[in-house]
C-alpha cells in the first residue's frame, strides 16, 4: 500500500521531471541576446553619461595612485631631480628604461582619456562649453605625452586600427595651439555656463576659470617652442596672455582625489611606500634659499629630525648604506603623507597639483626678456612669481616673501653620502644680466612647479635649468655619466603592436630611436 | 564500478556465490548474459540471483580478475572462483556514466580505484593522482590546506583559457573554476578550487579519459581529457557500515639552503637596521641590535626552519550502506581538519552524502543524491612578492633571533620590525595580524530516473544542480604595509555559483545478427551556469582594527555577474562486429549564449577498435592485443558579453566615472576548435603477467579565442581575436607487470611513462606573440610566441660575448642582456611514476616513485635570499677579489676583465631583490621523488563481527633521489642545487613556472585504520 503510493509520487515527481527537460533543452535560443548582455555594464551612451566620461578622461590623464609611480614618479619625477630613489630594486634612477612601467604613460591616455574626449567632441554641438573643454583636456593630456617620447600618433588616436600612424611634434604642436584657440573663443560666448557641473573635477563647471586655464597651456607651449620655432612662439604667447592667462592662486587647477576606487591623489598615495626621498638637488637649493617651502614639500626624516635627502643615481649597495635609507632621508610633506610613528599615512584625498599662476608669472618673465609683450616687466613677473609661489604653498607673510625675493643665498652643498658640492652657484635676487636671469626663473620655476616632474624635466631639457646634479651612476650606455636623458624611446609594447609605424615614427623623430636623441623643441 | 540492470525478461532463475581464490566473496562482481543486456551483480556474501533465458552463457567479471564464462545448461546453482589477474572484460564507466567494457573503447582510459587514494591524502584530493595516470601533471598553487591545484593531461592546448581536465562525478559535472589564481609574480590569495571540495571517501573508482573522446557527450569542457569519479552506492542486503580513520602530520620538505656565517647588515659592517646579511662574521662579538639590546651575534641557523610547525590532518569518515531489492541507500559522514605548517592556516571540511537508488519496478529505476560540503579555510596563505608570509620569513637576516621576532608589536600596536620596507614586514605579524578566511559551502543534487521502454531500449532523464557559496573575510590590522589604509583594512565577498544540467538520453543496442551488434545514445542537454559576486571593501576603519564594514570611513563595492547557457543535442553510435571489431560514430551540435548568431557549432568524431587476439590467432605468450584509433573535434564557446562594446562605470572623483574598456568587442566571434587524433595499442602478456597500453597522440586547437594587445593609439589596449594553432603530441605509456605472484607473495608493479611535445604553430597573422603574464624585471614570463612552446620562459640574464663569455662591465660587474633569455619551458620533457605493490599474506607494501624529468622554473625566493646575503652560495668571496672570468666591452672589442668586486656587489647587481635577473635564479626543476609509500596489515579475523579490518602507514613525499641545479653557473660559486619544490607553483592558472614566496611543499606521514562491518 504505502510502497504503491511511493512509487505513484516518484512516477509524477520523474514525468515532471521529464517534462521540465524536455521544455528546457527545447527553450531554444531566443533569449540568448539577453542573456548576453553584462548586467554590470552600459552597452549604451546617453547624454546622461557623458558627465562621467569627462571626469573619467580628467583622472586619466593627471594619474592617481600606483600609476602615477609608474607613469611619472620612476621617470621625470627623478629626471626632474624632484626626488631620488631610495629603494634598491628600482633601478630607472639609473636611466635604466623599463618600458613595463612606461606604458602606463601610453595606455591611459589612449584608452581612458581619448576614446571619453572623442565621444564628447562627437556628441556635443562644436560651439558648446562642454565640446571646448573636451578640447582642452586633449591638449593638456597630449602635450604631457609628447614631451616624453617625440612623435606619437595623434591625429589618428582612437580610431580602430591595427595600426596607427605616428604625428611629428611640430604637426602636434600647431594643431594643440589651434584647438586651445578655438576652445577660448567658443568659452568666451558662454561665459554663464557650468559645462559638467561637479563632474569637472578642477573647475566645478567655472567657464571663467577654464579660459585662464587654457590661455596659461597655450603660454607654456608657446615657451616650450620658443628655441625651435620662435616666431610661432611669440604670437602664440602674446595672444595667450591677450585673452587672459591664470593671475592668482583663487586660479589654480587642483583635481578633487577620492579615496574610492584607488582615486588617490597620486604622490600621497604612493608617497607610504618608502622608495623614494628628497633628492640632493632639492636639498640644496631649498637649504641653501633657506627657502620656507621647504617645510611644505618635505618633512624631517624620522630617523633624524632633518631635511636630507640623497642623489640620484645610486647604485643598489650604495643604497643600503643607512645615510642613504629612508630613515635618514624626507620624504614629501604632510599635504601628502603623514608619520603615525611606525608607519606613513598617504593623504589621498588631497587635490592634485595641475597647473598654477605661479608658473603663468614665470612664464611671462621668461617671454619678456625675449622681447615679447607679456604685460609686464620680466624682473617684476619674475618676483610675482616668487611671491605666487609662496601664496600658493601656504606662505603669506609678505615680510619674508619680500626678504626671499631679495636673497642674495646661493644653494649650499647637502652633506650627502657622495660628498656633493653644491647643485648650483645662483641666487635668488633678480641677476644683472639676461643669462643669469634666465636661470632664475628656470631655477625658480622648477621650484614652483614641483611635484609636477613631468612638466619640469620638459622645462629641463628646454631650458638647461636648474643646474641639475649628474647623476651618479647610469646603467645606460647611451646615456654616459654627465649627460641627461632627453627622451624616452619608443615603447616596447608599441614595437609589438604598432610596428610598422613606430618604425615610420623614426623619420619623424630626426635621430635615432634612442634616449638621448633630443626631441624636436629641444635645441640643447 | 557501476552496472545498470536493464531488467529481466526471461524464464529461469539461477543463483551462486562468487568467491575470490582464498575463500573471500567478491562482492559487486558482474553477472552478466552474454549476447543480452541482462545482468546483476552480487552482494556482500558474494551472491547472486539473474534470471535467464534458455542456452545462457554468463560472463563473471570483477575489476582485477579474469572473467570466466559458464554455461548454464540446466544447472540453477552456479559457484564461481575467480582468479585475479589482469581484467581484460573489465567495465569502465564512460562518459554520461554510461559503463563499457574496456576492450571496446576507441580511446586513452585508466582506472584508478578509490581505495589508492584514500591511503595517502592530501586536503585537495587532485595532489594524490599525481604519478599515477601516464600524462597526468598535477601542480598546486602555494595556498596552503586546501589550495586549489591544476590538473592537466597532455599538455596545455589553450592560450588564455583553462587546461584544467574536467571533473565529473557521476556523470555530471562539477564545477570546477580556480577563481583568483594568482596570475602574476606580484602575487596574491588564491582561490580555492572545486576538486578540494571532493570527498575522497566517498570515491568507489576513478577512470581518467585521457583525450577529447568525451567531449561530444560532455561538450567542450572536456576538451582537455575528463577525470570520471564514480562514488559509492548503496547496496541490496544486510547493513553493511564503512569506517575509516586517518591521522597525517606534515612537516616541509624543503627549505632554502642558508648561510650562517655573516650577520645583519651591509659592506661587511653590522647594521641594526639592515634588511640583508651583508655584515660581519658572526663572532659571538656583542652589539646593540634592532630590539635596543645588547646581545652577541650568533648564527641563528634555525630562524627559518623553526618558524614552521608540524601540520596534522585528521579525517574521520563513516559510510553506511543499506537496501532492499527495491531501494538502496548510501549515506556518508566525513570530517576533515587540517592546520598547515604555517601557524594559523586550517581547514575545516564536513561533507554529508546521501544516495538513494530505486527500482520500482521491472522498467523503471531511479538514483537520486545529495552531498553537502561545508568547508573553512583560515588564514589562506599568499604567495608572490609582496608581503607573503613565507617572502617575510626568508627575508630574515642571519643573525635575527626568532624569539625577537616573536615580539612583533609594539605596546602602541606598531609593527616591530628590523628594517624600514615598502613591502616587507616582520613574519609574525603577517601571520598574526593578517588573515584571510573563505567559508564554502556547497550542495550538489542530482537526480536521475531510467525507463527501461523495452528489452533494447532506455530512456535516462537527469538534472543535477551545483550550487556554492563562498563567503569570504581578509583582513589587515592598522599598520600594515601595503594593505592597510588609515585604521586598518577589511574585505568581505560574496559568490555564488550555480551550475544546472539537464539531460535526456535514449540509450540502446540491438542485435543486428550474430555477426553485428549496434548500441547507441542519443541525447538533449541543457548546461546553465550564473555566477554572482560582490566584494565590499573598508578604505580605513573609523575605529582601528574592528573588523565589521559598519566601522568603515568609506565604502567600495565591486561586482560580477555572469550567466550562460549551452543547449546541445548528441548522439554516438557503436557498431560491433563479432566483439572484436568496434566502430564509433559520434556527434554533436551546440547552441551557446555566449556566440553570435546562430550560436551553433558542430563536431564530430570516429573512432575504430580492434581486438587483433580475438581475431586471429596470436603466439601464445600474447593474452590479449588490441589496436584502436579515433579521430575527435571539439568545438568550444568564448566567455560571455564578448560580442557587445562595454562601458564600465567605476567609483572616484566626486560621482563617478564611465571609462569604455579598454578591449574591442568582437561581432564576429567563431567557436574554438580542437581536433585530435591519436592510436594506441593495449596487450597483454604471459597469461596476463604483463601488460603494455601505449598512445600516441596529436591534438591541434585552432581558432582560439585570444585577447591580444592592440596598439593603444588605437583606443583600445586589447582585441579578441580568433585565431592559432596549438600543437600537442606525444606518447602515454603504462607497463604493468606482476614479476612475482606466489601465494604468499605478490609483486605488481605499474610504470606511466608520458612525453608531451608542444608547438605553436601559428599565433596571428600580425602579433607573432603575447605575454601570458610578463614576469619583466621580477622572475620570469610566458611567451606565447610562434615557432615556440607553450610554457617558454623569458627573463634578463646576463650578457655573453660573441664568444660565449661572461661580460662584464668597467667596474667589474656583470652586465645585464639586452633583451631577455630563453630559460626554458615550466613543462616537463617527460614524467614517469613507479608503483611497486608487495603483498606478502596480510601485509602489503606499496611504493610510488615520480620523476619529473627536464623543465625549468625561476625562483623569486632564491633571487631575493640572494641579494640579501641569505643564501648558502653568497658566501663565497664575500671579502672581495672575486675577478669574474669574461670580458669588459670597449667600443667593439673586448678585453679580458680584471677588476675584481665582492660577493655583496654581484648579487645586489643580478638581484635587487623584488626585481632580479631571473636567469641566474632558474633552475632545472628535474626532480625523482618517493611520492607515495604505504604499509598496510591486514588483520582481519574471518566470520567476526567487523569484516575487514586493515591499519596502514603512509608517507608523501619521503625525499628527492635526485633534484635539478641552476641553469647557470656562477664562476667561483659552487653548484647551485634547486632547493624547492617545483610542483609548487604561484598559482593554479596558466602562468606556471614561477616561485615566489611559495609555501614549500609538505612531507606527511599519518596513520590510516579501515573497518568494514
Known sequence: ?524 | MSFCSFGAFAQASIRGTVTSSDGEPVIGANVIELGTTNGTVTDLDGNYILKVGANAVIEFTYTGYVSQKVTVGAQTMVNVVLLEGVALSEIVVTALGISREKKSLTYAAQTIQGGQLTQVRDANFANTLNGKVAGLVVTNAASGVGGATRVNLRGNRSIQSSNNALFVIDGVPVDNSTPGQVGNDFGGYNGSDGVANINPDDIESISVLKGAAASVLYGSRAANGVILITTKKGGSGAISVDANSGVQFDAPLTLPYLQNEYGQGNGGAFGARASGSWGPKMNNQALTDWTGKSQNLTPQPNNVADFFQIGSAFNNAVGIKAGTDKVQSYFSFTNNQASGVIPGNTLDRNTVNLRISTNLSKKFSTDAKITYVNQMLNNKLRSGEESSEVMNLYKTPRSIRIEDMQNYESESGAPNYWTSSSIYMNPYWTINRTSADEERTRTTGLVSATYQINEEMKVLARVSLDQYTDRGENTFYNNTLLFAQAGGSFQKYFRQVQERNAELLLIGNKKINNNFKLSYTFGLADLARKSDFTQTSANGLLVPNKFDLGFARTLSVGTGFVERDLQSVFGTVQVSLKDYLYLDVTARNDWSSTLPAPHSYFYPSLGLTAVLSDMVELPSFVSFAKFRGSYTRVGNDAAPYLLTQTYSFSQGGIGGFINRDGTQAIGDLKPELTTSVEFGFDGRFFDNRMGLDVTFYRTNSVNQLLSLPLAPASGFSNQYINAGDIQNSGVELTLTGSPIKKDDFVWDLTLNYARNVNTIVSLHPDIKQTFLSSGYGRTAGVLVKEGGAYGDLYADGWAKAPDGQFIMDASGKPVLTATQEFLGNFNPKFTLGLNNAFSFGKISVNVLVDARIGGVMTSGSDANLAFDGNAAYTTAYREGGWVLPGVVKKGESYTPNTTPINAETFWTTVSNGRYSWGQLFTYDATNVRIREAAVGYDFTVNKSFVKKAKLSIVARNLFFLTKGKAIIDVPGVPTRKMWFDPDVNLGAGNYQGIEYGSLPSARSIGLNLNLSF
Open chain 1, 1 to 524: 500500500m504505502f510502497m504503491n503510493m511511493f512509487i505513484n509520487i516518484y512516477r509524477l515527481a520523474v514525468l515532471s521531471l521529464l517534462t521540465a527537460i524536455v521544455v528546457s533543452v527545447s527553450s531554444c535560443t531566443q533569449d540568448f541576446e539577453e542573456l548576453n548582455t553584462d548586467k554590470t555594464k552600459l552597452t549604451v551612451l546617453t547624454s546622461t553619461e557623458l558627465p562621467y566620461l569627462f571626469s573619467k578622461a580628467q583622472s586619466a590623464s593627471s594619474y592617481a595612485f600606483w600609476r602615477y609611480q609608474v607613469a611619472q614618479n620612476l621617470f621625470s619625477d627623478l629626471y626632474s631631480q624632484y626626488f631620488a630613489t631610495s629603494a634598491t630594486y628600482f633601478p630607472s634612477d639609473r636611466y635604466t628604461i623599463r618600458f613595463d612601467w612606461l606604458q602606463w604613460h601610453w595606455i591611459p591616455i589612449y584608452t581612458e582619456a581619448v576614446p571619453q574626449l572623442k565621444t564628447l567632441l562627437k556628441e556635443t554641438d562644436a560651439n558648446s562649453a562642454e565640446n571646448a573643454l573636451a578640447k582642452i583636456m586633449w591638449v593638456y593630456s597630449f602635450h604631457r605625452l609628447t614631451d616624453y617620447y617625440g612623435p606619437v600618433p595623434y591625429f589618428k588616436a582612437g580610431e580602430p586600427a591595427s595600426s596607427v600612424a605616428y604625428d611629428g611634434q611640430k604637426e602636434i604642436y600647431y594643431d594643440m595651439f589651434t584647438k586651445l584657440d578655438e576652445a577660448v573663443k567658443v568659452l568666451n560666448t558662454n561665459k554663464a555656463k557650468t559645462p559638467y557641473g561637479s563632474f569637472d573635477l578642477i573647475y566645478n563647471g567655472d567657464v571663467n576659470k577654464w579660459i585662464k586655464f587654457a590661455n596659461t597651456l597655450r603660454l607654456r607651449l608657446a615657451l616650450r617652442i620658443s628655441k625651435v620655432d620662435p616666431a610661432k612662439a611669440k604670437t602664440e604667447a602674446e595672444a595667450a596672455v591677450a585673452s587672459g592667462v591664470m593671475l592668482t592662486t583663487a586660479d589654480d587647477a587642483y583635481m578633487v582625489k577620492s579615496e574610492n576606487g584607488g582615486d588617490f591623489n597620486g604622490l600621497a598615495g604612493i608617497s607610504v611606500w618608502n622608495e623614494f626621498r628628497m633628492s640632493a638637488s632639492m636639498e640644496s637649493v631649498l637649504k641653501g634659499y633657506e627657502d620656507p617651502r621647504m617645510s611644505v614639500y618635505f618633512q624631517p626624516a624620522v630617523g633624524t629630525g632633518k631635511f636630507d635627502g640623497l642623489r640620484n643615481g645610486l647604485l643598489p649597495a650604495q643604497l643600503n648604506i643607512s645615510i642613504n635609507g629612508n630613515d635618514a632621508n624626507s620624504n614629501v610633506g604632510t599635504r601628502w603623507t603623514k608619520w603615525s610613528g611606525s608607519s606613513w599615512g598617504g593623504q589621498n584625498t588631497t587635490p592634485q597639483n595641475i597647473m598654477h599662476a605661479a608658473e603663468a608669472y614665470f612664464l611671462r618673465a621668461e617671454g619678456a626678456l625675449n622681447g615679447w609683450n607679456m604685460q609686464g616687466a620680466s624682473q617684476d613677473l619674475y618676483e610675482k612669481g616668487i611671491e605666487t609661489s609662496m601664496r600658493q604653498w601656504g606662505i603669506s607673510d609678505a615680510a619674508a616673501i619680500a626678504a626671499y625675493q631679495k636673497s642674495a643665498a646661493t644653494p649650499i652643498p647637502p652633506m650627502d653620502g657622495v660628498n656633493s658640492p653644491a647643485m648650483a652657484s645662483i641666487a635668488v635676487k633678480w641677476g644683472t644680466s639676461p643669462a643669469i636671469q634666465r636661470e632664475q626663473i628656470g631655477t625658480q620655476k622648477w621650484l614652483a612647479l614641483y611635484p609636477d616632474g613631468i612638466e619640469a624635466w620638459a622645462e629641463f631639457r628646454r631650458s638647461r635649468y636648474p643646474k641639475l646634479y649628474p647623476i651618479v651612476n647610469s646603467d645606460n650606455s647611451d646615456l654616459p655619466s654627465g649627460t641627461f636623458i632627453r627622451r624616452i624611446p619608443f615603447l616596447v609594447l608599441e614595437k609589438n603592436t604598432n610596428a610598422a609605424a613606430v618604425k615610420a615614427a623614426e623619420g619623424l623623430l630626426g635621430g635615432p630611436d634612442k634616449p638621448n636623441t633630443p626631441l624636436w623643441w629641444d635645441k640643447n
